[in-house]
C-alpha cells in the first residue's frame, strides 16, 4: 500500500497536537491538511514550537474539496463537528475518524441529552464503528466512519470487558463504582478560568458529580460488551480532576458473584489480552501509575481483591494518547491494513 | 487560666512544624519544650526558615524531666513513642496528646497486627479518649491522654457521622466503599525514595490497596458512632496519591435504605454539624476542593445522589490541620477549657 | 481610634480575595463594601468557598456613595480603574490604596508609555506616595493616595536598598541585572489560555524579555531611593514564569566598586533592617525559598559574593503578600496610626 | 555495519533509564548488559513499569567480562566509577561513554578539588574526548572514551558557541553571567530529604550559589571553544531548582563589544547551526519553553538585546535527553559511523 493522506480538522487543540505528534513519525502517512477556524496561514510550529524541524504545515479554512483528497480524516474537534461532513467525505471514498463524540452513541435521544442537538446524520450513525479497537477490531477493519471512544470510557471497558467474556456472571452489573481521576489536559486547550493553573495547582477535587457526558457512553459500551440491556443505567461514575498535566485512572469497584469470587480473575485477565499490545495486565499487587503511560498508547490495569466478594479494578491510561490520538492512530492503521502498532512504539516519558 | 505551657515531641516532622505554626499564635499558649533525636540544640527557624521572627526555640533531646513541667506534651512522632512516656507524664499532671496511633485503637490485637508491636500500657489506653473533636467532645473535655485521630478516619467518620445519628437505619454499614485521594505530605518529612518530587509529580497512583492501617481505625470508630458492631468489618477503603502536597479528600460511596432515600440527607448534615465551627456541610450540587482549606482547620463536605439509593459523601481537609496538627489543637483547647476555636481562626491560603 | 471601615474594589481577584483573607481577620478593620463588575448580589463565599464562616459579605455594583462611607478603599483592580474614583473619594475623607500602577510612576510619559492611556488625575498623583512601606515609612503616614508598589519592584528595591544607604558608592549602577522569577498567581485571576494549568505545569520560560512594565517603576525607585537620576535606565530585567501558585524570587547582580567590594555587606544589611518586621536577612550562605514566604508578609533576603567585585542578592517574597495585599495592609496600618504589624502576623504555610 | 551491542552499567537511575527509553528503540542497537549494584536478577521493567511489553532485560551485577563483550558501554552512574573501568574495557575494543564527570575535564586539579578523589587513569583521560556532539564532531568521530556533558554546560557552551566563531572579539568573556533553571530529575533518582515532593512542589529557589561542579566544566569548555585562557575564570554561575520533572533553562547575560553591538547575531547563530538536527535557534522574540523539548534531544536557543550592548541567550533543553542520554546516544551516532539523529528522531511531549 502507498503512503495514507491525511487531514486533521481542529489541529490547534491537545488532541490535534498529540495526533501530528504521532503521523509526523508515523511510516506509512503523510498529513496533507490541518485545518484551524482562526489560525489560517499560520505554521504549526509557530503554534508549537515541540513540532520544529519536524513538519513544514500550515493550518488552512476547512476546505471539504481539500479535505476530500486525502484517504482519512481525523476530527480533533468539539462535538457536532465531524457529523456535518460525514456524508460528503465517505462520498468521496475518504474515510472519517472523529475523536469527539458524534458517532459515540447509538442512541439518538442520549446524543440529544447530553450534547444538546440533534444528531444531522443518523444514517451515517448507524453504520458508523465504535472504535475501541481491542474490542471492535474486526468491525473497525472494515468501517468507514469511527466513533472513537471518549477516554474516561476507554478505561472503564478495558477495565472490565474480560469479566464479561465467562460463560457464568461473575459480577453484579448494578453495583459497579467507577471513581476516575483524569489530568487537566483532558479539558483542552483554551482559555477557561476553571482550567487556569492557579485554580487546580496543588488542589484536588470532584466534578460533574450530578452526571457526566461520558456516563451514558459507559452505559451503551458495557451493554454492547455484556449483551445485557438495562443493567448497568445505574452505574455510578464520579470523576476528579487531578493537578497533573496528562493521565487518568479509574478505580473501579465491582460486587462478585459467588463465581466471579471463584474464579481466577488475574488468570482471566492476563488471557483474555495475551495478545494485546497496548493493554497490559499487571502482576499481582501491582499498582498502576499514570507515569508509566505517559506519551504512550498503553493502558494497564491491576486487580485487587480487598474484601470478599469485592474486585477492584485500577486501570491507567494516558487520556491523550490510549484514551484520544493514540487510541485514533491505531484504528486508522486497522481502517488501512497496516500492522496495528505501527507509529505507536514509542515508550512512555518516565519520570 | 494563665498560660499554657506546651512540648512537642518530635519537632522535625511536618506535624511538628505545623503545631509550632499554629501554637506559636496561640494566644493561650507557651512553647517551652521541642525535642528532636537528631537536631539537638539546633533552632528550629534554621531548620524552617518559615518560622524566623517568631520563635528563638531550640530543639532539645528528650528530656523527661523538661517535659513534666509542661502542662501537656504533643507526641508529632511515629507511633510507639508516646505509649512509652504516658505513664511517667501522667504521673506529673502533664497531659498527653499523640498524633501518632498509640491511641487510637482499643483493640490490643489490632494494633498490635498493624502497627507490629505490642502495647506499652494498656491500662492508659483504656482511659484515653479517641480525639475525634466534634464527635467525642465531652470525654475529650475531661481526658489526660488523647489519641488524636489519623487523616482518612477524620474525613471518614464526620463525613458519615450524621447517617447514624437517626432513629432509623439510613445506610447499609456493609456497602461503604471509602475511594480516598491524599496529598504527598501526609507520608511525612523524609527521605524516601518513593515521596521524592520527581516520582510523584504530574503522576497519579493507588497505594496500599491490599490494606491500609487506617482501615482498622476507620473500623473502630464507626463502630463507635454507630453503636453496631461486626458490620463495617467489610468496608473497602482504597487510598490514592494526588501530586499535591497538602489536601485530602475522600468520595465516600454509600447504599441507602428506604429510610435513608426519603430523608432529607441535606438537612440531617445541616442540622447535625449546625453549631460546629470546623465542619462545613456545603449547600447542595456544591464540589469542595482541597484548596478551600489549605492551612484551616476545616472540612467541608458536599452531598450527591446520582443514582436512586445511592449516596455519595464528598469530604476534604486539610490532611496537616484538621486531620492532625489542627485538631490535636482543637483537642488542648478541650481539655483546658479554652475556647475551642482559639489559635485556629486563619482562613485557608486560596489561591 | 474605632473601627476601620474598608471598602473594596474589585473583589473577585486573586488581590482581592487575599486582602479579605488578611482584613476579615484584622482586629481594627470592618470590611463594609465589596464590589464587583460581574458578581453583583452574589455572596463572596459562594465565589471563594475558602471564606465560608467567615462572612456574609456580598458583592455590590461600584456605588461611589457606598464608598465614600469608608475611611479606606482599596483598588484590586486593573490599571485605569483607582484615578477616576481618587478625586471623589478623596473629597469625602476616604484614602485610596491602589493595588494597581495608577499611582506607581511619577513620570506620566511612561506612566502613558507603558500603560496606553493617558493618566487621569496628575494632581492627584502628585500628592500621592509610593507604597514601599519599608522606604517611604514617613510619607506614607501622611498620604491620602498610596501607589501600592508592584511585585517585582518590591524584591528589587528592598533588595538592593541598603546598597544606597552608604557615604561611599558601593555598586555600579548600570550593571544591574535582575533576573526574576514569579509563580503564575501574579498573572491574576482570568480566563486566559496562557495562564491555563496544561501550559504552565512541568514548564518553564522567560517572558516579556523585551520589556516589562515594572521596569520603568523599578528604574524610578531606585532613583528616588539613590538619590541618583539617569543612571538606572540600562539595568536589565527579565522575568520568568514558575510552575508553582504564589512565590517570587529576584536574583540581582551587581557590581561591585572597591569600596563595595571591601565593604561588610552583611552587616550593613542587618544594621539596615534591624528594625523591621517584614524584611529578614538571613543568615551567611543561607537559600531562601519562596516557601518560606508562602501566605506570609514576608520578604527574604540573602547576600553571595560568587567572584570577587560581583554581588549576588537573593529576595523572597509571596507575590500576593509582601508583593500586594500584604503590603498594600501595611501601608493602610502606617496611614491609620494602628500596629504596623497587625493582622499581619501570621506564619508562613510550610510545607 | 552490524547491530551494535550496548552495555549500560547503573542501570537504576534516571539517565539509565532514559538511555533504555531511546536505546531499546534505536534501529541499530542491542543492549545486551545492564547492571545495578542493588537489583541483581530484577526485571528493569518491574522497577520501570514504562518499559513492560519493550524488554526482558534483567539487573545483573557488574561483570566486566560481560562487559567487554559489548561494543559500547555508557555509565549511567555517579562520578568515580567510569574511570576505574575504562582501562579493562579499552584493552578489549570496547568503547566507553561515560555520562558522569570522569573525562569531563582535563584539568586534574579542577578534578580532584570538585569531585574529592584523585583521578585513577590519567592517560586515559588524556586521550578521551568532550561529547558535545556539535562542537566536537570530529573528533567524537574518532574516540574510544567520551566524557558527556554535564547538563548545565552543555546549555551554555550551544548557547554562546556562535559568539566566538567570529574574527573580531562579540563579547567581554568575563561579563558572562549564567542565570540557570533546572527540573528536579537532574539531583537523579534517589532517597533524599531534600528532594521530595513536599520540599520541592510549589516553591522556587537558587542552590549551590556559593560554587557548583559544573563552574570547571563551563569555564574550560569555553576556553577550548574560545581559544581563551583565563578569562573565564570569573564568570558568575547561579543554578536554581524548579518545580518540575524535566528541563533546564539558562539565562545567560552577556556584555558585547562594539563588534558584537554591531553584529547581526541572529543572522551568526542561525548560520552557525543552520545543519544542526538537534539545535535550533528560533526566531527572533520567542521565547523557548521547556515543555518545547520535553522527552526530544533537542536545545532551543532564543536572543535578546534588551538594552545597548547587552545580548541575553536563553536556552533549553531537556536534561535527562541533550542534558544527558540523549547526547549520548548522539555521541554513540557518531563513534560508530551510524545516522546521527539514529534513534533520536522522537517529538518533544507537549502538553
Redesign the interface.
Given at each position: 500500500m502507498g503512503v495514507i493522506t491525511v487531514g486533521i480538522v481542529g489541529g490547534t487543540g491537545?488532541t490535534g497536537?498529540e495526533l501530528l505528534?504521532l503521523l509526523?513519525?508515523h511510516p506509512n502517512v503523510q498529513v496533507s491538511v490541518l485545518t484551524s477556524r482562526t489560525e489560517n496561514g499560520r505554521r504549526v510550529d509557530d503554534m508549537?514550537?515541540?513540532?520544529?524541524?519536524?513538519t513544514d504545515l500550515q493550518y488552512s479554512d476547512l476546505n471539504i474539496d481539500e479535505l476530500k483528497k486525502c484517504d482519512v480524516v481525523f476530527f480533533a474537534t468539539p462535538h457536532g463537528v465531524a457529523m456535518n461532513h460525514a456524508a460528503e467525505l465517505l462520498a468521496s471514498n475518504t474515510k472519517v475518524i472523529d475523536l469527539a463524540a458524534d458517532f459515540r452513541l447509538q442512541n439518538l435521544a442520549q446524543f440529544e441529552k447530553w450534547y444538546g442537538m440533534p444528531h444531522a446524520c443518523p444514517e451515517i450513525l448507524k453504520d458508523s464503528v465504535y472504535g475501541l479497537s481491542e474490542l471492535n477490531r474486526e468491525n473497525i477493519k472494515q468501517a468507514n466512519v469511527i466513533g472513537n471512544p471518549g477516554c474516561y470510557p476507554t478505561t472503564v471497558q478495558l477495565g472490565l470487558a474480560p469479566l464479561f467474556k465467562n460463560s457464568d456472571a461473575l459480577i453484579k452489573p448494578e453495583s459497579i463504582?467507577i471513581?476516575a481521576?483524569s489530568?487537566?489536559?483532558g479539558?483542552g486547550?483554551?482559555?477557561?478560568?476553571e482550567?487556569?493553573?492557579?485554580?487546580?495547582?496543588?488542589?484536588?477535587?470532584?466534578?460533574s458529580?450530578?452526571?457526566h457526558r461520558h456516563h451514558p457512553e459507559i452505559v451503551e459500551a458495557l451493554e454492547n460488551i455484556s449483551g445485557q440491556k438495562g443493567v448497568f443505567d445505574?452505574?455510578?461514575?464520579?470523576p476528579?480532576l487531578?493537578?497533573?498535566?496528562?493521565?487518568m485512572?479509574s478505580?473501579i469497584?465491582v460486587d462478585l458473584t459467588d463465581a466471579g469470587d471463584a474464579a481466577d480473575l488475574q488468570a482471566l485477565y492476563e488471557q483474555f489480552y495475551a495478545d494485546e499490545?497496548f493493554v497490559?495486565v499487571?502482576p499481582v499487587?501491582?499498582?498502576?501509575?499514570?507515569?508509566?503511560?505517559?506519551?504512550?498508547n498503553?493502558l494497564?490495569i491491576a486487580l485487587?481483591k480487598?474484601?470478599?466478594k469485592?474486585l477492584?479494578v485500577?486501570s491507567?491510561q494516558d487520556n491523550l494518547v490510549k484514551g484520544a490520538a493514540g487510541q485514533a492512530v491505531q484504528n486508522m492503521n486497522l481502517m488501512f491494513g497496516l500492522t496495528e502498532t505501527s507509529g505507536l512504539?514509542?515508550?512512555?516519558?518516565?519520570?
Open positions: 491537545y497536537v505528534r509526523l513519525r508549537f514550537p515541540s513540532l520544529r524541524g519536524h463504582i471513581d481521576k489530568g487537566v489536559s479539558a486547550r483554551k482559555a477557561s478560568l482550567m487556569s493553573y492557579s485554580e487546580n495547582a496543588d488542589n484536588f477535587k470532584a466534578y458529580v450530578g452526571g445505574y452505574i455510578v461514575f464520579v476528579h487531578v493537578p497533573m498535566i496528562r493521565g485512572l478505580t469497584y499490545a497490559d499487571m499487587n501491582s499498582s498502576p501509575e499514570t507515569r508509566s503511560v505517559r506519551g504512550a498503553q494497564r485487587y480487598p474484601q470478599p469485592k477492584v485500577l491507567v512504539e514509542g515508550i512512555g516519558l518516565l519520570p
